[in-house]
């Protein structure tokens, strides 16, 4: 195994300075100088080993360490294989993957167990803490690694796929299961573990604790914490995937955890799909409010924020264009609900036609979908604010429209641009062209006394209204 850098240079100093301190020192037959030489000697020997030891503790094995600690998905592949790269370039004598995961997507689980077995270095598995599980997608992790550990009052197994959360049909099912079978019995059996136990895993849906997963040798160790792991691990012989053999050296390692970008961070965060719609509904809804209400500037600077970062969140999951459908169509619905006296029959739609759309929008196993609670608590509150503000709007046009010109008269408009006697005023949230028989400065205020196609005659508010 190659040396930490820089760590043989050092070695090899102390060696050399060592042997040169065991030299004979005074005269050969001078007693008193052989006396101060050997006492010399032990002194300086003495020094020179304890910076030896130092030397060699300095160098202590590293361990880079990532948590896998929600649902296996794209961003876990990258987190996992940025921990390996860094692993390998930092000389790091072994890589723990501390496993907490209800499972998650079969592609992207197929992508670590790649990194995994093509990793240059070791790859210990870990299910940690009490009270884990390495469910689903883990239990596929957990067979890929070069060494497969588990904690007291853990759990692994139950790995039959699953289809959109879809009863799937016969022949689906002997195809996926064959298909996962078949990957399963690859991976278990390079590791010289339980090949047939762990296929009724997928077949079966069996789990095991950690003690029936050991007797049954699909695990390798129990250990009550990592210390005790690494030194249950230390000098044990393991065979990588690729056939070769190599002599594990984990003893007093130092753990490293893996140093996540901020982009990984940001996603990892927000990787949740029920935080995603969430933020998803909200930026759509802040928008929305944008276009109604132009220069408001919150709600449309706060609701871009929070639809890229719902889309960012939602983009590394597999979309199912069905369920956008829907989500698509509610919209719609609540639109129409306020244009049309459907009795609420539409906002109804529109609030079960969301819901549906949310629960089917990821294209996965249970453990990545938009849970139904989730989907109903967003889909409601929308639906009704949503019909509200359409509403209003609506019927503030409906307003405009049956008030026409006439509504013009008598209101009190501000001059925008200087009347001499021809300029610009702000009535009614609008710019006309108007005409005074008395010049007003910019920023004065006049009535509006007539209307004559698209221009407005106006005379200073102070004058009196004309009667009836």
Aim: aromatic share 4%; hydrophobic share 50%.
């Amino acid at each position: 195994m190659q040396a930490p850098p820089g760590q043989g240079h050092r070695t090899g100093r102390v060696t050399r300075a060592l042997s040169y301190a065991i030299l004979p020192a005074g005269r050969a037959g001078d007693k008193d100088g052989a006396i101060a030489g050997i006492s010399g000697m032990l002194i300086r020997a003495g020094l020179l080993a304890g910076l030896l030891a130092g030397s060699l503790a300095s160098a202590a094995p590293k361990v880079i360490a990532v948590n896998v600690d929600n649902i296996v998905h794209p961003i876990t592949v990258e987190i996992v294989g940025h921990a390996i790269e860094q692993a390998s370039r930092e000389n790091a004598v072994a890589v723990l993957l501390r496993l907490n995961t209800p499972g998650g997507l079969i592609d992207a689980t197929r992508e670590i167990n790649s990194r995994i077995v093509a990793s240059r270095v070791p790859v210990i598995a870990y299910v940690t803490p009490s009270g884990g599980r390495a469910a689903s997608a883990g239990f596929f992790l957990l067979q890929a690694a070069d060494v497969a550990a588990m904690a007291p009052g853990t759990n692994t197994g139950a790995s039959s796929p699953v289809l959109i959360g879809q009863q799937m049909d016969p022949v689906m099912r002997n195809k996926v299961e064959n298909d996962t079978s078949a990957w399963l019995r690859s991976l278990v059996t390079k590791r010289g573990r339980n090949a047939e136990l762990a296929e009724q895993t997928i077949r079966q849906a069996k789990a095991f604790t950690e003690k029936e997963a050991l007797d049954n040798h699909l695990l390798d160790l129990i250990a009550p914490d990592e210390k005790q792991l690494f030194i249950d691990l230390e000098g044990k012989k393991i065979q990588r995937f690729d056939g070769s053999t190599e002599i594990l050296h984990t003893q007093g390692a130092e753990v490293v955890d893996y140093r996540a970008s901020p982009r990984e961070h940001l996603v990892q965060a927000i990787a949740d799909p029920n935080t995603g719609y969430i933020l998803l509904v909200l930026g759509a809804l802040g928008i929305y409010l944008e276009f109604q209400a132009p220069g408001m500037i919150l709600p449309g600077v706060a609701g871009g924020i929070m639809m890229l970062l719902g889309l960012s969140s939602l983009a590394v999951l597999p979309i199912n264009w069905a369920g956008a459908a829907l989500l698509v169509l509610a919209l719609a619905f609540f639109v129409l609900e306020a244009k049309f006296a459907s009795h609420g029959i539409l906002g109804t739609g529109g609030a079960v036609a969301m819901t549906l759309g949310a629960v089917l929008l990821i294209n996965g196993p249970p453990e990545v979908r938009i849970h139904p609670a989730t989907a109903l608590a967003v889909s409601l509150p929308f639906a009704v604010i949503t019909v509200f503000l359409t509403t209003l709007v609506i019927r503030s046009r409906r307003g405009k429209r049956a008030g026409g010109q006439a509504s013009l008269i008598n209101q009190i408009a501000e001059v925008r641009i200087a009347l001499t006697p021809t300029g610009k005023v702000f009535v009614h949230g609008e710019y006309w062209d108007a005409e005074s028989t008395v010049a007003v400065d910019e920023g004065g205020q006049v009535r509006v006394v007539g209307v004559e196609g698209m221009k407005l005659r106006v005379e200073p508010a102070g004058s009196a209204a004309p009667q009836a």
